[in-house]
């Protein structure tokens, strides 16, 4: 199925397709929607691409997509990588220009929407310097204030995430596992369902628990199960809508497939944060 952009509204309920994929993008993988960012005239994404052509031996590569935010159709913009190589990233846009972030190589890119220069790296603007993490906390990043990490499992235990602020105060352990995401607005922990570690890369478990996400409130301490598991096969994952940092919006298909559930995070009242 190509990937299809559609617009919510969050007043009425109802949602419209916005923009397909194209044709070629029809097989496994060949278009997976990575990270999107929404300005006030554009929507723009990363996306890991695979194109039948010759010279490439069914490698992927990921590149810059567009389009107007009121719908239309999809356009490239830029390549960001070469073949074989799909780094995860940060994508944000201003205006005109889009700002990518290759987590692998630490580096930055500007990449103008609508032709001109080519894309280009930049410094990216200081901020407020992470704190060291625990040697026993892998895959650790941080947002504007708060990190997220997982604790290195130990054989027979349940998968924990660590939530800390940048300075290593309020400290929370969440049972949980890396989704390799930084907090939804600071505030929610979009994570992978916790499992038993075996030792070495197994894992023990009587059910499929990764079929559904778990979602953490670090302002109330509180988490709960989100998504819908299929019968047979395996369960689709639990999105981040493109949405603004103050309107963070979940959604997932139901088992059938025929509607999608939305979580607008939004909503959950704030009063108990401290920032």
């Not at 992470?130 to 895959?139: G, K, L, M, T, Y």
């Not at 079929?211 to 199960?225: F, I, Q």
């Not at 819908?228 to 639990?238: C, I």
Request: with cysteine.
């Amino acid at each position: 199925m190509r990937p299809t952009f559609f617009a919510y509204d969050r007043r009425t309920g109802r949602h419209r397709a916005l923009a397909t994929a194209p044709e070629w993008a029809e097989c496994d993988l060949c278009f997976e929607v990575m990270n999107v960012a929404v300005s006030e005239t554009d929507i723009v994404w990363t996306a890991g691409i695979y194109r039948s052509e010759s010279g490439n031996p069914g490698k992927r590569h990921v590149e810059l997509w567009a389009m107007p935010r009121s719908g239309g159709m999809m356009r490239p913009v830029a390549w960001l990588t070469e073949h074989g190589d799909l780094p995860s990233g940060e994508l944000t846009v201003t205006g005109d220009n889009a700002t990518w972030t290759n987590e692998s190589e630490n580096r930055t890119y500007l990449v103008p929407l609508r032709g001109g220069r080519g894309m280009s790296e930049i410094s990216p603007s200081a901020g407020p310097r992470p704190v060291a993490a625990d040697p026993e906390v892998r895959e650790f990043s941080c947002g504007v204030e708060w990190c997220v990490g997982e604790v290195r499992p130990r054989r027979n235990e349940v998968t924990t995430m660590l939530v800390q602020r940048r300075d290593g105060s309020g400290r929370t352990a969440v049972a949980a596992a890396s989704s390799g995401r930084t907090l939804i607005g600071d505030r929610f922990g979009l994570f992978n369902q916790p499992y038993v570690y075996g030792g070495g890369s197994v894992d023990i478990s009587s059910d499929d628990l990764r079929a559904h996400a778990v979602v953490y409130d670090r302002c109330t301490g509180k988490a709960a199960r989100a998504g819908a598991q299929r019968e047979a096969g395996e369960s689709p994952r639990v999105r981040v809508g493109a949405t603004n940092r103050q309107e963070p919006i979940l959604f997932w298909p139901t088992r059938d497939e025929k509607h999608y559930v939305v979580l607008d995070l939004s909503r959950i009242p704030d009063r108990s944060c401290e920032g």
